[in-house]
């Protein structure tokens, strides 16, 4: 089946540890997108990424690192400089339509951390 | 910056009740539109989009959605909600030739049988 496949689904981190949290796409998307989920706060963006090797902060990049080079994967790592990591994070990709982006997500299932 | 608001953050509906959800943006120029639900354990899906054209957009299991320029609007109607729409609920836009897609904070719907 295509789609975007995030993993691991739950994590747990000690403070002071970096993470990595993958995302895997299969639908040929050009572009992927990582957000951060908080209640109350909806989707916050945090870097996204239009082609291979090329990515853009958000608006909540600090404390995150992202790397872009294969098509289909487009991992994050939560630093240790990111106060406040306990969050559900989740992953993204856009098709082109017409050579354009057209902003339509797909979306994974999502991986909580939770920091202890 | 472009943002995105969503007026009601809690709706609680009785099953066969209308439903409007309020949501406005901040960008001035071309948009492209889209509402998102989250079903409790599930998820984020499209539940519709507006990229040009009509503005009143239908989407999956009975939603619709009106775009009004002149408001920067974009609020989503169901007229009839049923107890499996209780979900989150989020607006989001992407300016046109922008890349970065901006949520709003969700509105959670409760649906009481």
């Known amino acids: 089946d295509g789609g975007i496949t995030q993993s691991p689904k739950y994590l747990f981190r000690k403070e002071g540890q970096n993470v990595t949290l993958s995302c895997e796409q299969n639908?040929?998307?050009?572009?992927m997108y990582w957000y951060r989920q908080d209640p109350g706060q909806g989707l916050r963006l945090i870097y996204y990424s239009q082609i291979v090797n090329d990515f853009q902060k958000g608006d909540i990049a600090e404390g995150y690192s992202v790397s872009r080079e294969k098509k289909e994967s487009f991992p994050l790592t939560v630093t240790s400089a990111q106060k406040n990591p306990t969050a559900f994070y989740l992953c993204?990709?856009?098709?082109?339509?017409?050579?354009?982006?057209?902003?339509?997500?797909?979306f994974g299932e999502g991986s909580r951390l939770t920091v202890l | 910056a472009q943002s995105v608001s969503q007026h009601n953050h809690h709706v609680i509906l009785s099953e066969a009740a209308s439903l409007e959800l309020g949501c406005n943006y901040s960008?001035?120029?071309?948009?492209?539109l889209f509402w998102y639900v989250q079903y409790p354990g599930q998820h984020l899906q499209l539940l519709l989009k507006?990229?040009?054209?009509?503005?009143l957009v239908k989407g999956i299991k009975g939603f619709e959605a009106e775009f009004i320029k002149s408001k920067f609007s974009f609020n989503l109607r169901k007229p009839s909600v049923q107890w499996s729409d209780t979900a989150e609920y989020f607006c989001a836009v992407i300016p046109g030739g922008y890349q970065k897609v901006t949520f709003g904070t969700g509105t959670k719907l409760q649906v009481i049988p």
């Open positions: 639908l040929n998307h050009d572009a």
């Open positions: 507006y990229f040009s054209g009509d503005p």
């Open positions: 960008y001035g120029g071309t948009v492209n």
């Open positions: 993204a990709s856009s098709p082109k339509k017409a050579g354009a982006f057209t902003g339509e997500l797909f």
